[in-house]
């Protein structure tokens, strides 16, 4: 059925283009970062990390950028394939310095729509 | 190795009703938390627990929402007196959690539909 309230922002990249998609965080005292895949119908799934000690971290395929003087954090996605498309979101860790709860705030999330 | 599983899959049911939606959490993970997301948005925290007790259900929306987690492994989520609002998809995470923060790892979820 249709989506109804579905109001995801949107990245649309061509096969092979590399994709960035950027999050602004809230909590200027959060120390660890995570970004998420999210594939219809299924779980959030981990793709990289970041603390905030860091201002970049790399995976394979992917990079992970940190500016804490403008709560900012980006993912570049390196080749971007159509198994790519998903939506992808950002999370901070809501306890933040290294506080008694690991809970996670997630941001609204992109959707990357990759065409062929 | 195994992930988070949750079961069940989707849970269909009607307006006033309990459910029970259930999390096992991967093995030796002493943490687990437990999300809900609401179509289009990100996942919101519920409740987490360190072993058999709940550090933080800060979440939970009031007191119809309630979990455990008896023996540290397995956790429940319960709903009492379910109302349309409740529908959403019902998130488990589980992490290490040796001190500070960690991978959280996701289950698949429990889609819940309230008619």
């Known amino acids: 059925g249709e989506s109804v309230g579905l109001h995801l922002p949107t990245l649309s990249v061509q096969e092979g283009d590399n994709s960035i998609i950027n999050c602004a965080y809230s909590n200027s005292a959060s120390d660890y970062f995570i970004w998420y895949k999210q594939e219809s119908g299924k779980g959030p799934q981990f793709i990289i990390d970041i603390r905030s000690n860091m201002d970049k971290r790399q995976g394979q395929r992917v990079t992970v950028l940190l500016n804490k003087t403008v709560k900012h954090l980006s993912l570049q996605i390196a080749a971007t394939q159509p198994g790519d498309s998903a939506v992808y979101f950002c999370a901070e860790n809501g306890g933040g310095m290294g506080g008694a709860t690991n809970k996670l705030i997630f941001g609204t999330g992109t959707l990357l729509a990759v065409q062929p | 190795g195994a992930g988070v599983s949750q079961t069940p899959s989707n849970k269909v049911t009607e307006k006033g009703k309990y459910v029970e939606l259930r999390c096992d959490p991967i093995?030796?993970?002493?943490?687990l938390y437990w999300y809900r997301q609401s179509l289009g948005q990100g996942p919101e925290f519920l409740i987490y627990?360190?072993?058999?007790?709940?550090?933080?259900d800060s979440g939970l929306p009031n007191d119809r929402f309630f979990a455990v987690r008896p023996e540290g492994s397995v956790s429940t989520l319960k709903i009492q007196r379910t109302e349309r609002g409740d529908s959403a998809v019902y998130l488990c995470?589980?992490?290490?959690?040796?001190?500070?923060?960690?991978?959280?790892?996701f289950g698949p979820g429990t889609r819940l539909t309230v008619l």
């Open positions: 093995s030796g993970h002493t943490a």
């Open positions: 627990f360190q072993g058999t007790g709940a550090a933080d």
């Open positions: 995470a589980s992490s290490l959690r040796r001190g500070g923060p960690d991978t959280q790892y």
